[in-house]
């Protein structure tokens, strides 16, 4: 199985946790005299049965992470790590340019004025530039979880 199928029976398991969630709490407690729309028994267990489905997928997805390696030497599991960051850092400056560049209206010269502290238009390349990062490096990512054989 390669990498990327892995992560998509990742996801597929997970929501499928979210959704047992529901189905339980739906049949956790009725009406006297009712019957709970599923058995909650049986969802206890495909519930047991998919997190150990996940656990599976996540430590073989997290090996195979830690031991492949990128053309330039980065392993995949690293090379996560630094596009995590990479949208963490756009999201942030993306937020203060949001912030800073609010523009308030003024009726009258005695109302508070508000100036930005920053320079917009600088934030905004290093947005672009953090941008362009995030998907060049998401691109080998993804590239590389299709070539590679999860461990």
Known sequence: MKLAEALMNRADCQ???EQLKVRLNRSAKVQEGEHPPEDPKDLFQEMNDTLQELESLMTAINRTNAQTVLHDGVTLADALTKRDILGI??????EVINAAAIKQDRYSRSEVK???MVQIAELQK??????KAYRELDTGIQEMNWKTELL
């Open 114 to 116: 508000f100036i930005p």
């Open 15 to 17: 929501k499928r946790i």
């Open 126 to 131: 290093q947005v672009d530039q953090y941008s």
């Open 89 to 94: 850092r756009r999201t942030m400056t993306q």
